[in-house]
């Protein structure tokens, strides 16, 4: 099986979505203004966790604030480049090289590529999350409203790492708009409501479970919740509602060996989203911090080898210069905790790491030599590769992936170094996926 994402990209796949919550199956829907005047997002008063008999209201109540996203890329002449290579001595030698020099005397035609997604506003002036790959590489970013109407819309920022774009729309009246809710307070077995614009069909609804949580595909960043809620191509970018109509994520990839919904959706956590969003709105950037350590998992052996009483926390192996380094941080030191939490392995020190602001003094507890010890650490702002940029622009160092013989390779990058904890000093392809 093979993970799929949205657009002309890497992969296909994804969805928007919608929910509300239900008490005794009875809907209260909030007004979307209050008397005050002040907008106020689409959602209802929070009730005690029941199966809703209809999700009619919740869609209907949610919709508004879901938008279809087309994208328009201008893409070269195929033509251009693509000359005949033959032997020297050839009878078609002359005959070719007169035919492309009269072609390259005429006007080339410029092509012009459409892509769809699905994307949801966040506040009332405009401003709308969706996944980086529904826009990269777009010059022209549309918005379909729910209620028709078209509005252009201009990339505030994007962030490759964790596949999330802002865009902004200009509007004369306060547009509807949906919060983030608490993606850690989600449990297996909570319905979820999925809104988005699936093969182009517009504001296509499914429900479903939350299937899993904490789920990683390719990143170092990723905190995955799994829906079996129907998710296919055109749905990327929109959100993943729970019953109290906040999003708890966005949609963002589907496991399939098709292309199509196979019940096996992932959405990027909204605790994740959220703060990027947050730092894209703020600096047209993700702004995140960094400590300086490669690391990998404790399992028992391991734990045992060094006397550490559970297989938990991070082991650093490497410690190159940066803020770990000044900090006394050593090869062989287990992470227990970082600012006060308790940290499970290396994926959850990386999320809290990087959500935590460059410049700010932390403690860090570590186990070495049999003991626990606190270091001080002031951690440093992480370099990214992937900063705000114009439409067309794509991510500066974004690996590049390209499918051949049945593999899947990408050029080794900064990106891709720190993904699979390689050296500095090694360059070349490095496989991603073999068929």
Known sequence: MAIRTEIPSLFPGLLAAGALAFGLGLCHPVAAQQATGEAQPLQVDPGPRYVPESFSELADRLSPAVVNITTTTNVADVSDGMRPILPPGSPFEEFFRDFMERQDGMPRRQQRSNALGSGFIVSPDGYIVTNNHVIESADEIEVELYHGGTLSATLVGRDSRTDIALLKVESDTD??????????????????????????QGFS?????????????????????????????????????????????????????????????????????????????????????????????????????????????????????????????????VVLKFGGEEIEDTRELVRVVADTPAGETVDVVIFRDGAETTLTVEVGLLEETTLAAAPGQPPAAAPREERLLGMTVAVVNDPIRERFALDRDVTGLIVTELD
């Open 175 to 200: 547009l509807p708009f949906v919060e983030f809710g608490d993606s850690d307070a989600a449990k297996v077995g909570d319905w979820v409501l999925a809104i988005g614009n699936p093969l182009g």
């Open 205 to 333: 609804v499914s429900a479903g479970i939350v299937s899993a949580r904490n789920r990683t595909l390719q990143g170092s960043y990723d905190d995955f919740i799994q829906t079996d809620a129907a998710i296919n191509r055109g749905n990327s970018g929109g959100p993943l509602f729970d019953m109290q109509g906040r999003v708890i994520g966005v949609n963002t990839a589907i496991l399939s060996p098709t292309g199509g919904s196979i019940g096996i959706g992932f959405a990027m956590s909204s605790a994740v989203v959220s703060n990027v969003v947050d730092q894209l709105r703020r600096f047209g950037e993700t702004r995140r911090g960094w400590l300086g350590v490669r690391i990998q998992n404790v399992d028992e052996d391991m734990a045992d080898a060094i006397g550490l009483d559970e297989a938990k926390g991070a082991l650093v192996t490497d410690v190159p210069e940066g803020p770990a380094l000044k900090a006394g941080l050593k090869a062989g030191d």
